[in-house]
Every structure is written in C-alpha cells, then in structure tokens.
C-alpha cells in the first residue's frame, strides 16, 4: 500500500518558517535598503538623480519581486528589429528539417551516381542478374536457330 494510504502520497511534507527567521530576514532587508541610501547622499553632487532611479527601480518591481534578485537565462525578451536594420543578404539558418531534407537529397544523388557507375552492391547484383538473363536469351535464340536450321534441312531433304 502507497504511503498515503489508498489515495495516494501527493507532494512533500509542508514545512513552516520559524516567525523569528522571517523577522530576521525582514530587518536585514529594512537594512539593506536604507545603506546604499545612505551611502549615496555622502557621495555629492549626484543625489538627485541615484534617489530618481531607485524610485523607478522600486515601483517597477511589485511583491516578492522586490525581495528577490532572480536572472533567468531562459527569459529573453524579443527584440523587433526595424525594417532598416534588417539584412536581407545574409544567409538564413536552415530549420533541423530543412537541412535534415537537403541532406537526404544530397544522399539520394550521390547513391544514385555511385548506382549508375555500379559501385554499389545492389548495382553490382542488378549487372550480374543481367548477365545471366543476356546469356540464357542467347543460349535460347541458338537454340531457335538451330531447331529452324534442322527444319529448313527436313524440309530440303524431303524435296
């Protein structure tokens, strides 16, 4: 019987954070981003524009978002390209089936070429089954010359 009886086991245990942990991490988050704050109105004449962007950083981001740095390398934004910075001449990538059918062409031909200068084995056993076809039909039209020759001669002879 499965670990959860007779419905099943779904998904792991639930674990709950500790209430001290998440005050923890919220106050060293608070100090975080009072620091580069901070630090910033220390350095000068760029005050003004370090706190605008920071503003902007902040409202851009929304809920956990904010909390977490994540870099996803599988996210990438699509780029429209204009119509100017297109490069028409530049060679296109083939698709894995387009190149995969090129090359089944590009195959079929040379096999095709190799045939027909009989250098493959089904080549060499199509010329062979020739042959013996080319000496059986002259093996029987002797044959045929032979029996008209004797018939013309029975014919001669009773005459």
């Known amino acids: 019987m499965p670990r959860g009886g007779k419905r099943g086991h779904k998904g792991r245990g639930k674990q709950f954070s500790n209430p001290d942990e998440i005050d923890r991490q919220m106050k060293a988050q608070k100090e975080l981003e009072e620091n580069p704050n901070a630090e910033k109105e220390g350095s000068g004449d ?3 524009e370090s706190s605008s962007e920071d503003d902007s950083d902040s409202r851009k981001r929304s809920g956990v978002e904010g909390l977490i740095e994540i870099e996803n390398p599988n996210r990438v934004s699509q780029k429209s390209k204009k ?34 200068e009989g250098k ?21 039209a002797k044959k045929r010359d032979d029996l008209k020759k004797d018939k013309d001669d029975d014919t001669k002879a009773k005459r």
């Not at 084995?121 to 039909?137: F, N, P, S, T």
């Open 46 to 48: 760029s005050d003004d």
């Open 83 to 116: 119509v100017a910075e297109v490069d028409v001449s530049a060679p296109r990538e083939l698709s894995r089936r387009e190149r995969e059918e090129i090359e089944k062409q590009k195959s079929k031909e040379r096999y095709m070429k190799l045939h027909l």
């Open 120 to 140: 493959t084995e089904q080549a060499r056993a199509d010329l062979a089954r020739l042959a013996i076809i080319k000496k059986q039909r002259e093996d029987a």
